[in-house]
């Protein structure tokens, strides 16, 4: 294993075969739709020079994950790097940027899976990037821009973006049936609590180390002259409804597990294809099977359409304010 | 830390990118989708992947090897043994302990670790018959942003080197605090650990900054004009195309023999 130093003992990479189809795609299709927006935000903000840039500094986070401090018992603190990212770059470059990591890690070292890549992207990249804006950018606003608003917000920062995207995990997981909800949420977020307090830890260290060295990095970021409120609600939403659906899930079963068993168990054999979302069987479809596809497609579509709606609205409301 | 390819003179080794991308991503998307008792399919998707490494002459050992990586991760699944649904088989340990063991719960985690550990062989079996600049340059043919192409591109170039620059540091440090003692309950000790390692990645990342200038700097004295060279439009050949068609085909027979015969 010794090719793989970075390599999580955590199953924050998920790897194929642990989230089901369905999940997969629909996370690849939340991803790819965010991952759009943040293209077009980086195309027209962005210069030819910040190509060189995003590139260099992907392969700086990728060899960072390396660094690494030893806790007790074989564990150790060691970065993810979202939060820094989003510091230095801004939310959406950062998005890039950390996709760009998770897919060079699924591709050619097999950690996290191809079909789960979307998935993992969506934790990793995205909950964990707009969760760092967010958090980041509330706390800069109320301990003003002193040092030490830096180094205290960039450990909320850094822990809640760990935090939040372990419970973005647990809950693929127990969505496919994959993992118990009452077991895998309460286990998944009391670790990643613990390994957020030393990605807090290195990133203040970090903060520090670059505010002294090259404070102008820091400056730009969070500063109230250009929050990107999209991320900002964003960011503020995903960890509203991940903190208040995980403990729900994991204290209900009979909720988010509801999912899983219809999903997973109930059906045996030959049924559990046909059986993907099996209470949501179309009326007038008599097909089983072809309900259920139709059933699918009416679910991504949904999704979709909320949130192209909520980017409109959010379009339409920064257009406003630049008249 | 190395790219995993290995290098043969196969004709696996010669087929187009696209081609192993998009099979790979059939043959996923097809054993996520098997009943979770379809094991004539796994058997016939174990020997499709044996057979693979065979021809492709990486040998099955390098990859049996390398799919062993998915085993810590299996630890998430395994609740299921316990805290599956019914019907529960007791055990009994010791005098009035028993262990509950949920079959339902059982099968699906033996189901879930055959399909993942089946689903990293054929990745490992993609990275080690292609080059990661060849799956790069896939992906720009298959029209993935160009924003993305050309910041993997880059990053890839650079990874060795950033790599090789975090390992410096790495033994920068233990040459220098060698190795310390001190109990690991001791707070003050650990946070002074963490920001010595935090100050660690703030100067790697000023250096990639650095470089990262020193990069654009090179590449407008090349004539960089905002885009890297784009990949060649080619279009599949007929003998690419007949191997991806035939690829999908086996792939789907196994998952219809284990829609039918499993379970």
Known sequence: ?323 | MHEFYVKRPSAIHQIDARVKLIFILVFIIFAGLLPDEAWAAYILDLSLILSLALASQVGYRVVFKRSLLVLPILLAALPLIFFGPKPHISIELVHDIELNISQPGSTRFLAITVKSWLCIQAAVLLAATTQFTDIVTAMKQLRVPVIFTSIIDLMWRYLFIMIEEAQCLLRARSSRSAHDHRSPFNLRFLIWQARMTGGMAGSLFLRSLERSDRVYAAMLSRGYCGELLPAERLPLSKENWKILGGGIWVAGLIFLIGLLAGG
């Open chain 1, 1 to 323: 294993m010794s090719h793989f130093p970075f390599l999580s003992p955590l199953p924050m990479h998920i790897p194929d075969g642990f989230l089901s189809i369905l999940v997969s795609i629909l996370f690849w299709v939340l991803s790819i739709i965010i991952l759009g927006f943040a293209l077009r935000k980086t195309n027209q903000t962005i210069g030819e020079r910040q190509i060189p840039l995003m590139g260099v500094l992907a392969a700086a986070i990728f060899a960072g994950q390396m660094l690494n401090f030893s806790i007790t018992g074989g564990t150790s603190g060691h970065l993810l790097g979202a939060t820094l990212a989003t510091i230095i770059l801004g939310p959406w470059a950062a998005i890039l940027v950390m996709t760009s990591v998770v897919a060079v890690q699924a591709l050619v070292f097999q950690d996290g899976g191809i079909l789960t890549l979307g998935a993992n992207i969506f934790n990793m990249a995205i909950v964990g990037v707009f969760v760092s804006y967010a958090v980041y950018t509330i706390s800069m606003r109320y301990l003003r821009n002193s040092k030490w608003g830096t180094v205290v917000s960039g450990f909320l920062a850094a822990w809640s973006s760990i935090f939040i995207a372990s419970l973005s995990c647990s809950l693929q997981l127990t969505i496919s049936g994959t993992s118990p909800a009452n077991i895998v949420i309460p286990a998944m977020g009391a670790i990643h609590a613990l390994i957020g307090i030393g990605e807090g830890l290195i990133t203040t260290g970090a903060l520090v180390f670059i505010s002294s060295a090259r404070k102008d990095l820091l400056q730009n970021a969070g500063s109230a002259a250009e929050v990107s409120k999209g991320v900002l609600g964003g960011g503020v939403l995903l960890a509203l409804v991940l903190t208040v659906l995980a403990p729900l899930a994991s204290s209900h079963p009979d909720g988010l597990e509801w999912v899983a068993e219809q999903h997973g168990f109930l059906a045996n054999a030959r049924d559990a294809f046909y059986q993907i979302i099996p209470d949501y069987i179309f009326p007038g479809i008599s097909n089983p099977a072809l309900a259920t596809i139709a059933a699918g497609i009416m679910g991504v579509v949904i999704v979709f359409g909320v949130a192209w709606g909520l980017a409109r609205v959010n379009k339409a409301g920064r257009g406003q304010k630049s008249i």
